[in-house]
C-alpha cells in the first residue's frame, strides 16, 4: 500500500489542467502515489480517455451536483494510506512536493496533522505561505479586499519550516487518521471555507498546522469559474455565514446585514447588471444552505 493517496476533484474538462498536474506529479515525486481523481460532472468519453491516459489513477465517478468538500470526500472515505495530499487539479509542481512534506512531518512533533506548501499563481505571485486565523471580522475585512495573506504574521510568510494556523484547500498533506478523527472536509460549506474550517477544528482538538516555504507549487487559479462566478460566491456567502457566525442567530443576521450592504452598493454601480450581486442579495437572508444556494442560481 502506498505510503500517501493524492486525490484531485477535476471540476471541468480534464485535458485542460487535470493531465498536466498528473504529469507533474508522476515527474517529480519519488514517494510511491496511490492517485484518485474525483471525475465531477464528466462525460464517459472524458473519462474514457483519462482511464487510457493514466491506467493506474483511480477514477471516482460523481454525476450529481457537488461542492469540492462532497467531492473529496467521494474517495476520501475510500483510500487506507498513512498521508493524504490534498491538490487541486489546476495545480503544477516543478520540485517533487510531495516527497518534500513527507520529509517534513518525519520532522514535526506527534501533534503535527497537517502541512502545506508555498501556493504561488502562475506569475509567481504568492497566493499562500501559511495562513492566520480567520475571524468574523477578518473575513469582513476580506470581502472588501483589504486582507493580504502575503504580509508576513506569526502565522504566515514565515522563512523555512514554521506553524501556521490554518489551511489553503489548493494544497497539503495531513495524516489520514486524524483527517479521519475530523470527519472529513465538513460538507456544509460546499465552496468554502472548508480548508479553513478545518485548520480550526485541528487546533481546537489540539494538533498544529505547519507550512514550509521552501517548498513551492504553482495554482492556476482562477480560470476555472467563469459564468459559474453568479451561482459559486452565493454559495461562498452561505458557508462563510455559517462559519463565521458560528450558529449564532445575532452574529449571523448581522454579518449578513453587512454582505448585504456591500453588494447592494456594487449592483448599484454596475446599474443592476451584475447577476453575482443580485444572486447574494436576494439569498443572503434566506435559510438555504450552500449547496441549495449554488443549485438555485446554477446556469
Request: net charge positive; charged share 20%.
Amino acid at each position: 500500500m502506498a505510503q500517501v493517496s493524492v486525490v484531485i476533484v477535476c471540476m471541468g474538462d480534464p485535458a485542460v489542467h487535470l493531465y498536466a498536474c498528473l504529469d507533474s506529479l508522476a515527474a517529480q515525486n519519488r514517494t510511491p502515489l496511490d492517485v484518485w481523481v474525483v471525475a465531477y460532472l464528466m462525460s464517459a468519453e472524458q473519462r474514457k480517455a483519462l482511464a487510457v491516459r493514466y491506467p493506474s489513477v483511480h477514477l471516482v465517478e460523481s454525476n450529481e451536483v457537488r461542492g469540492f468538500a462532497e467531492n473529496n470526500n467521494l474517495a476520501l472515505r475510500q483510500i487506507e494510506s498513512e498521508y493524504c495530499f490534498i491538490v487541486n487539479d489546476d495545480t503544477l509542481q516543478s520540485m517533487p512536493v510531495v516527497d518534500r512534506l513527507l520529509e517534513d512531518m518525519a520532522k514535526l512533533p506527534e501533534n503535527a496533522a497537517a502541512v502545506q506548501p508555498k501556493i504561488v499563481f502562475g506569475n509567481g505571485r504568492v497566493q499562500t505561505c501559511g495562513r492566520a486565523p480567520w475571524t468574523a471580522v477578518r473575513y469582513m475585512r476580506h470581502y472588501l479586499h483589504l486582507v493580504d495573506e502575503t504580509k508576513p504574521s506569526r502565522w504566515s510568510m514565515q522563512p523555512g519550516l514554521f506553524q501556521s494556523y490554518t489551511l489553503n484547500g489548493a494544497c497539503f498533506l495531513i495524516k489520514t487518521a486524524v483527517f479521519r478523527e475530523m470527519g472529513w472536509l465538513d460538507e456544509r460549506y460546499f465552496f468554502t471555507p472548508e480548508d479553513i474550517a478545518l485548520g480550526h477544528k485541528l487546533n481546537a482538538a489540539g494538533y498544529t498546522v505547519w507550512a514550509d516555504a521552501d517548498v513551492v507549487i504553482t495554482h492556476l487559479a482562477g480560470r476555472t469559474a467563469g459564468p459559474m462566478e453568479a451561482a459559486i460566491k452565493p454559495a461562498r456567502v452561505k458557508g462563510s455565514l455559517l462559519f463565521y457566525g458560528e450558529g449564532k442567530w445575532l452574529k449571523t443576521k448581522a454579518l449578513a446585514l453587512y454582505i448585504w450592504c456591500v453588494e447592494a452598493a456594487r449592483y448599484m454601480k454596475h446599474l443592476g447588471h451584475c447577476d453575482t450581486a443580485r444572486n447574494i442579495l436576494r439569498s443572503v437572508f434566506d435559510s438555504s444552505s450552500a449547496k441549495e444556494t449554488f443549485i438555485r442560481f446554477r446556469p
